[in-house]
């Protein structure tokens, strides 16, 4: 790897704690809670509002933008060579329902306080530098999660996720013309471009950084995750009158399947996560036996193994405990374990050490858009601390300190890998 024409440690000293906490902080009124944090899902008005502020604030500083068919948003810092690939960072704007201000939004504004400090410090680099807001990377209103970086990478159907439905049966193909619509015309790029490296800043989502005291999580990769959407169809009856024996009674089906699921992963080591994350029962109506019951599954472990195993134990469970009811089982996403690229990894854990800010080596137990990106380019993430670590929670916070040192060891990965 090439040395960087301005010294290792310069675009760090660039790196402006106040103007990324101040992005962050407008960021944070789009969609704002009560309860402090943010609903900003994805392909929605807030969604768009958000692709806007942030196409704002690239054109203000003289960045190129541009979109692609499922609207990820690249921000583009121009390199001294034009055939260069880009080095590219990123992450989200869309939020959990009950989200924080934190997650996703985070490597989004760490990335662009990056391009803004190369600017400030007036360093070229060969390559272009170039943050992306992918997409949809939440998957809590349209599944599958993570569709604008798997699409860039090459791995859904474009048709096959604009036609997917939230629970109120809107399309991504319309959500997606009416955020889009929302954030000013820019020009339209195809998937896969070539890139010729990815790091993502991101707050950890856990607890392990804080309790050690640390400031910097050099990532190693990301487990692997199973989605499922599971439909329970049974009669409904009335409650005061149909007997027990004679009923198709959806939640009891879905309860059993539920048991039965626990029991499959139940795990004394305590690494393997499962989560029924939505559970609808219809029509939900206190005298009336449920007809039907929709429910989520969210199940992740490290191994590709276990995933395999105990993701394909699921769907011949449910079938087994259906009667008298029936019941439908669909994957809606499917990823295996990643490992991040060494060199990258390298870059980060060195880019710590060299600011001495105190690390870890340590993997991710949350899904990121990194994942999608690793099988394309030399990839990498960055982890800082947040309070508690509590995410996909309205109180989710971290430190402008710890913002900063996160947005500072990115910048000194990318120069690394931009020259
Ligand atoms: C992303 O937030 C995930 O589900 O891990
Ligand atoms: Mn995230
Ligand atoms: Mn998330």
Same mark, same amino acid.
């Given at each position: 790897?090439?040395?960087? $024409?301005?010294?290792?440690?310069?675009? %760090?000293?660039?790196?402006?704690?106040? @103007?990324? *906490?101040?992005?962050?902080?407008? /960021?944070?009124?789009?969609?704002?809670?009560?309860?402090?944090?943010?609903?900003?899902?994805?392909? %929605?008005?807030?969604?768009?509002?958000?692709?806007?502020?942030?196409?704002?604030?690239?054109?203000?500083?003289?960045?190129?933008? +541009?979109?692609?068919?499922?609207?990820?948003?690249?921000?583009?810092?121009?390199?001294?060579?034009?055939?260069? +690939?880009?080095?590219?960072?990123?992450?989200?704007?869309?939020?959990?329902?009950?989200?924080? @201000?934190?997650?996703?939004?985070?490597?989004?504004?760490?990335?662009?306080?990056?391009?803004?400090?190369?600017?400030?410090?007036?360093?070229?680099? =060969?390559?272009?530098?170039?943050?992306?807001?992918?997409?949809?990377?939440?998957?809590?209103?349209?599944?599958?999660?993570?569709?604008? %970086?798997?699409?860039?990478?090459?791995? #859904?159907?474009?048709? #096959?996720?604009?036609?997917?439905?939230?629970?109120?049966?809107?399309?991504?193909?319309?959500?997606?013309?009416?955020?889009?619509?929302?954030? $000013? $015309?820019?020009?339209?790029? $195809?998937?896969?471009?070539?890139? +010729?490296?990815?790091?993502?800043?991101?707050?950890?989502?856990?607890? =392990?950084?804080?309790?050690?005291?640390?400031?910097?999580?050099?990532?190693?990769?990301?487990?692997?995750?199973?989605?499922?959407?599971?439909?329970?169809?049974?009669?409904? &009856?009335?409650?005061?009158?149909?007997?027990?024996?004679? @009923? !198709?009674?959806?939640?009891?089906?879905?309860?059993?399947?539920?048991?039965?699921?626990?029991?499959?992963?139940?795990?004394?080591?305590?690494?393997?996560?499962?989560?029924?994350? =939505?559970?609808?029962?219809?029509?939900?109506?206190?005298?009336?036996?449920?007809?039907?019951?929709?429910?989520?599954?969210?199940?992740?472990?490290?191994?590709?193994?276990?995933?395999?195993?105990?993701?394909?134990?699921?769907?011949?469970?449910?079938? %087994?405990?259906?009667?008298?009811?029936?019941? /439908?089982? !669909?994957?809606?996403?499917?990823?295996?374990?990643?490992?991040?690229?060494?060199?990258?990894?390298?870059?980060? @854990?060195?880019?710590?050490?060299?600011?001495?800010?105190?690390?870890?080596?340590?993997?991710?137990?949350?899904?990121?858009?990194?994942?999608? #990106? &690793?099988?394309?380019?030399?990839?990498? #993430?960055?982890?800082?601390?947040?309070?508690?670590?509590?995410?996909?929670?309205?109180?989710?916070? *971290?430190?402008?300190?710890?913002?900063?040192?996160? +947005?500072?060891?990115? &910048?000194?990965?990318?120069?690394?890998?931009?020259?």
């Amino acid at each position: 790897m090439a040395l960087s $024409p301005a010294p290792a440690g310069t675009v %760090s000293r660039f790196v402006n704690q106040a @103007r990324l *906490a101040q992005r962050l902080a407008d /960021m944070a009124r789009i969609g704002a809670t009560a309860k402090g944090g943010v609903n900003r899902q994805a392909l %929605s008005v807030e969604d768009g509002q958000a692709r806007a502020l942030l196409t704002g604030w690239a054109v203000a500083r003289g960045f190129d933008v +541009a979109t692609d068919g499922i609207g990820n948003l690249f921000v583009r810092r121009a390199g001294s060579n034009p055939d260069a +690939a880009p080095v590219m960072t990123g992450s989200h704007l869309d939020s959990q329902p009950t989200g924080g @201000r934190y997650d996703g939004v985070y490597g989004v504004l760490a990335g662009f306080e990056v391009l803004e400090a190369l600017e400030d410090a007036g360093i070229t680099t =060969r390559h272009p530098v170039e943050v992306v807001a992918w997409t949809n990377e939440e998957g809590s209103r349209f599944q599958p999660y993570c569709m604008g %970086s798997a699409l860039f990478a090459g791995k #859904m159907d474009l048709e #096959m996720v604009l036609a997917c439905t939230d629970p109120k049966g809107i399309s991504v193909r319309d959500a997606l013309a009416e955020t889009l619509a929302l954030a $000013p $015309p820019m020009p339209s790029r $195809p998937f896969g471009t070539p890139a +010729a490296a990815y790091v993502e800043a991101h707050i950890e989502q856990g607890p =392990r950084l804080e309790a050690e005291g640390l400031t910097i999580g050099v990532v190693q990769g990301i487990q692997g995750s199973r989605w499922f959407q599971v439909e329970v169809t049974g009669q409904e &009856a009335h409650a005061g009158t149909t007997p027990h024996g004679a @009923r !198709k009674d959806a939640f009891q089906t879905a309860l059993r399947m539920v048991t039965a699921l626990n029991d499959l992963m139940h795990d004394p080591d305590d690494i393997i996560r499962c989560t029924f994350g =939505r559970f609808e029962v219809l029509p939900g109506s206190p005298n009336t036996v449920p007809g039907k019951v929709i429910f989520t599954i969210d199940f992740r472990h490290p191994d590709a193994g276990v995933v395999k195993e105990k993701g394909d134990a699921i769907a011949p469970l449910l079938h %087994s405990l259906a009667a008298p009811c029936t019941v /439908m089982v !669909k994957e809606t996403s499917t990823t295996a374990p990643v490992d991040f690229d060494p060199l990258v990894v390298e870059a980060v @854990r060195d880019a710590a050490g060299l600011l001495g800010l105190s690390h870890r080596d340590m993997p991710s137990g949350a899904n990121h858009d990194a994942k999608f #990106m &690793a099988p394309r380019c030399p990839t990498g #993430m960055i982890f800082i601390p947040c309070k508690d670590g509590i995410s996909h929670n309205e109180v989710e916070y *971290a430190s402008p300190e710890h913002c900063h040192a996160g +947005a500072a060891v990115l &910048a000194e990965t990318l120069v690394r890998l931009a020259v």
